[in-house]
């Protein structure tokens, strides 16, 4: 027959493409069609951002945008640009290493900008995450057998859930998602087809978030591998054992990545109040006991949040528990909730068990907050990072049954129906908690959502076009993200206009700090009285964005010496220690602290307290801005001949600290053995110097020749 039909390589010309062509073609049409889905979603949620005059910049409860993460864009995009890799800064508080932010040169590529265009990037930086997230839940999908139109209808849930939205203020949240959503990928892509080289790449990455992360990785795998495996292989203790050792191994060349990177942010962490552990973190209050219950506040919201981030209130005008960001960020879309019971139907035994153990990995934490501790390491009762792992699940199983659907296997009209009328029946519950906070116009929106949804499936099932409806049903998911999303993200921001304009971060700061730079270029702290952000909180970054040395600082990790300082000189008080340590208004209203940090220039916008002043000097206005210069400008680096015992210092009244940082050195006990040059001060020394010497006096006896040490930025 050989002799009676042309070779099979003879007509290659005429047969059409190779099939490896048009294979490629396929792999790639298919994920460059979903990121187009997800470019117009989400090109529709965040239009006023891309055409309109809005600005992901948030002057809300979302004020971290403008407070917290745009001095640090600001100030990282300047300081690669002017000294190279994050090091050493004092734009920050007193000065504090920003080696644990290296990370953010990857995750924040805005920083790589000219600071004049940051502004208006964030958004695109937003959205270019919400693509990868999306992208990376797709083939995760894809990989557990879910069909096209259900991974891509998963893979829009994901990236328009409540979390990866208000990711647009809290940028964490964004990164948390994407970085954990390619860790599922990577295990993924192990289990499944063997592929091991994508779990070091997601680990590293996601130590570079910050290392405590690291950590939620390991609870991340913890949970997923062994349920995966169990799902797969059934109750085998000797394979579970193997290839979850395996994984791990694998995991931690991730962390070896990333090490250098990892062992810097964790001693910048660990050297903070609330890494340390030694300054209570941010409070929740102490922790409940095991079996311990919450509000009645706390269970409403719990419950309505999962139908919309809005359902009890928007921004500021949130009613629920604590507030918008730290209650339950539990929304993933109307479908998933109406689908996530059909994923224990036609389930095997094996599955049923496995996804009632998630079920309730998810109630548990949320009725016990014990459990909700428990998962952070008791360290905050915190929704983040469960909620997300909450999602991944519900979104997966939800869509598993949405693939089942659609190829004509196992659904269950009955737990359909029943679960439309219980979703209802939450909403239109006549309890008066819950009519009270609930935002009754979204409320008939999500119940119209839920009711659509159904028909469509049991018209589906009836006429047996279940596959013509999942693509309605994709189609209508859209429609609802895109309605719900819109009214999350479009809250009160700062607008393209206001960049132009002599308002918030362009104000007539920018016209004082560059006259002070011209005339003077040596080392000197400033004092700005007020904060210029245009939040409706106070701004303490200002030192980043404008550029001057100063002693303010908000920040999760700030240097553990510096609010130790503060402590120690009574700029903040003990009482209020969780908030200071990270709102720290610095040495603001200590002018002979300011004084001997270093102060040389106040910029106030209410100078009556500085006229009156015996040594500020008014230099020049700036519209409503004033600006003074400290005569008695100690510059930076003092050296002195005496000391005294730090607890002698901790021991002196509120007002007899700052001077006596003008006579003696303050050393701890375990230090003082070191200096064998210094002399020790009595109390009744100290008191004796401070009484014969005035304050001019006592600055003049730091001669300028001698108390200079640096110059160092």
Request: aromatic residues 14%; hydrophobic residues 50%; neutral net charge.
């Amino acid at each position: 027959m050989s002799n009676n039909y042309p070779d099979d390589t003879s007509d290659k010309s005429h047969m059409g493409p190779p099939v490896s062509i048009l294979a490629a073609f396929g792999r790639f049409l298919v994920p460059f069609l979903t990121a187009l889905v997800l470019l117009l979603v989400g090109a529709l949620v965040f239009h006023n951002f891309l055409l309109g005059d809005k600005v992901l910049l948030y002057k809300d409860v979302g004020a971290d945008s403008i407070n917290d993460s745009y001095p640090y864009f600001v100030h990282l995009s300047d300081y690669v640009r002017r000294e190279g890799f994050p090091s050493w800064s004092f734009y920050v508080g007193m000065g504090q290493s920003l080696f644990y932010l290296t990370g953010n040169l990857i995750w924040e590529p805005v920083i790589w900008l000219p600071r004049e265009l940051i502004a208006r990037a964030v958004v695109f930086q937003h959205l270019l995450k919400t693509l990868i997230a999306g992208l990376l839940f797709f083939r995760f999908l894809q990989l557990r057998g879910i069909n096209l139109c259900a991974a891509l209808t998963g893979a829009l849930l994901l990236s328009f859930s409540a979390y990866m939205c208000v990711g647009g203020c809290w940028i964490i949240s964004a990164d948390e998602v994407v970085c954990f959503t390619f860790l599922l990928l990577a295990v993924e892509e192990a289990i499944s087809r063997g592929r091991w080289i994508y779990i070091p790449l997601a680990v590293a990455l996601i130590g570079l978030v910050t290392v405590f992360h690291l950590y939620l990785s390991a609870v991340l795998l913890s949970l997923y591998v062994p349920m995966r495996l169990v799902e797969i292989y059934g109750w085998k203790p000797r394979v579970l054992s193997g290839v979850s050792a395996q994984l791990a191994a694998v995991a931690f060349l991730g962390v070896g990545l990333a090490a250098i990177i990892c062992l810097g942010s964790a001693y910048s962490i660990l050297n903070s109040p609330r890494g340390s552990g030694t300054i209570a973190n941010f409070t929740w209050g102490p922790m409940p006991s095991v079996f311990q219950l919450e509000s009645p506040l706390y269970y409403v919201t719990a419950a309505l949040r999962p139908f919309s981030t809005d359902m009890v209130g928007t921004g500021d005008e949130f009613r629920g528990w604590v507030n918008y960001f730290e209650a339950p960020m539990s929304y993933c879309g109307l479908l998933s909730l109406l689908m996530l019971p059909q994923a224990f139907i036609g389930a095997t035994r094996r599955q049923r068990i496995l996804y009632g153990l998630f079920v309730s990995f998810i109630v548990v934490p949320v009725v016990f907050p014990w459990f909700r501790y428990l998962f952070w390491g008791f360290q905050g009762g915190y929704f983040r990072a469960f909620a997300l792992f909450s999602i991944f699940g519900i979104i997966a199983l939800s869509m598993a049954a949405f693939s089942r659907y659609m190829e004509r296997r196992s659904f269950g009209l009955l737990t359909l129906v029943v679960s439309l009328l219980g979703l209802l029946g939450v909403l239109y519950l006549p309890i008066n908690e819950i009519q009270a906070l609930i935002n009754h116009q979204l409320r008939q929106v999500a119940a119209i959502f839920l009711i659509l949804y159904a028909t469509l499936l049991i018209t589906g099932q009836i006429v047996k076009r279940q596959s013509i409806t999942g693509w309605i049903i994709l189609l209508l998911a859209a429609i609802e993200v895109i309605h719900f999303d819109r009214i999350t993200v479009n809250r009160p921001t700062v607008t393209k206009q206001e960049l132009n304009e002599r308002v918030g971060f362009n104000d007539e700061t920018v016209d004082a700090i560059r006259e002070i730079k011209a005339s003077d270029n040596a080392f000197f702290r400033i004092t700005k009285t007020w904060g210029s952000g245009p939040a409706t909180r106070p701004s303490y970054n200002d030192a980043m964005v404008f550029g001057y040395y100063g002693t303010l600082s908000y920040s999760s990790f700030n240097s553990l010496n510096y609010i130790k300082f503060l402590l120690a000189v009574d700029a903040i008080s003990s009482a209020n220690i969780a908030e200071d340590a990270q709102w720290s208004q610095g040495l603001v209203g200590h002018p002979l602290l300011s004084t001997f940090a270093c102060e040389k220039y106040v910029i106030t916008t209410n100078p009556v307290v500085f006229e009156t002043a015996d040594y500020y000097e008014f230099v020049r206005r700036f519209g409503n801005i004033y600006l003074f210069r400290n005569q008695l400008f100690l510059p930076f680096g003092l050296i002195f001949s005496h000391y005294i015992p730090e607890d002698m210092f901790l021991q002196l009244p509120s007002w007899a600290k700052p001077q006596a940082l003008l006579h003696a050195v303050v050393v701890s006990e375990q230090n003082a053995a070191d200096k064998p040059e210094l002399s020790q001060l009595t109390l009744d020394e100290l008191k004796q110097q401070m009484s014969d010497t005035s304050l001019p006096d006592a600055f003049a006896e730091r001669p300028a020749g001698k108390r200079r040490v640096s110059d160092a930025v």
